[in-house]
């Protein structure tokens, strides 16, 4: 590991004076992800800003019926959170089923926002085709092993996939990302925070450098209790998603009034479509009507030669999440 200097914030102003001051500094809070990478050679940081003990963790009622949640809470204090039991359970499944409880009691919001790609050739600094690692090198993954890679939003740079079960919730409830930089603050709607790789798959997010993430602003749903996330893995626990779905639904009357998901494990960031939710408004619930939402969202789907599979996976998993949540909102009595 490259040495490197700490630094530990006492407030935000002072967190984005440093992280000005140097052109290699980074922050650092629960350091889940940014202490492995570091590890592996993959990150070499000359200055670590530890955020860790910023006022940013509280978990409180929005207007509205929302819920924003402190950029430093922990992953488990989210998911175990009353607020978001009661006004987002769909954040809090999909919360419990990334990594180990041990992991979760230190990970945060926004860190997990920021984790990158598992990818291996990312992973492994032995590897020097890697445009995400070292820009302009190549994407070995491309004619590697891509059994875990990505089916829509690549690009000839990089087809990596993010790593994130939160963010696929987030993505699908439609949450906005609060920043502070040195000019200010400044709201990023959810669907706009992670970047498709393009030309420069080495920029994960569109957050500056030179900003700091102080929130998640989680809206309020009348169907929230109608969800589910689904993930499909290699094992039960502890594996990142090869297809994950994070669903919700409201039916009333025999017909779909409104649906949300979105999918993880087959895109640089969280896919989520809203024109294939409009396919179904006003359909009969049901296999053919997800279906047909589903052909929407996988429009354009790019396979390789490991991963095949996933466009039929992600197809059924569309199915299958759309009518557990459906049958979930009927035995909580949300569907009409």
Not at 299 to 326: D, Q, V, Y
Request: net charge positive.
């Amino acid at each position: 590991m490259k040495p490197f200097t700490y630094l530990q914030a006492t407030d935000v102003p002072s967190a984005l004076r440093a992280i000005s001051s140097s052109p290699d500094a980074r922050f650092i809070g629960g350091g889940t992800n940014l202490v492995d990478l570091m590890k592996y050679g993959v990150e070499q940081p000359a200055h670590l800003i530890d955020i860790g003990k910023l006022p940013l963790a509280n978990i409180e009622p929005l207007p509205g019926g929302g819920v924003r949640i402190g950029a430093l809470a922990r992953n488990s204090d989210i998911a175990n959170h009353l607020l978001i039991r009661e006004k987002a359970p769909l954040l809090a499944e999909a919360i419990v089923a990334g990594a180990s409880p041990q992991l979760r009691n230190a990970a945060t919001a926004g860190g997990n926002l920021m984790q990158r790609t598992r990818c291996y050739y990312f992973y492994d600094t032995g590897f020097t085709q890697c445009n995400k690692r070292i820009p302009g090198s190549g994407c070995a993954a491309r004619d590697g092993l891509n059994r875990i890679h990505a089916i829509l939003g690549t690009s000839d740079k990089c087809i990596a996939t993010n790593p994130s079960d939160m963010s696929v919730a987030l993505a699908a409830i439609g949450a906005t990302v609060q920043v502070q930089g040195n000019s200010g603050p400044r709201s990023i709607p959810f669907a706009d925070f992670h970047r498709l790789p393009g030309e420069t798959p080495q920029i994960d997010t569109n957050l500056n450098k030179e900003e700091l993430i102080t929130a998640i602003d989680v809206p309020g749903f009348p169907f929230a209790l109608n969800y589910c996330y689904l993930k499909v893995r290699d094992r039960r626990s502890y594996a990142f998603a090869l297809v994950s779905v994070a669903a919700m639904i409201d039916v009333r009357a025999g017909k779909i009034h409104d649906v949300r998901f979105a999918l993880g494990g087959v895109a640089p960031k969280p896919w989520r479509v809203p024109a294939a939710e409009q396919q179904v408004i006003g359909q009969e619930p049901g296999a053919e009507a997800y279906g047909n939402a589903a052909d929407v969202a996988l429009k354009g789907a790019r396979t390789f030669p490991h991963n095949a599979f996933k466009l039929e996976l992600a197809r059924r998993s569309i199915i299958r999440a759309l009518t557990t949540a459906a049958v979930k909102g009927e035995r909580n009595g949300n569907v009409g």
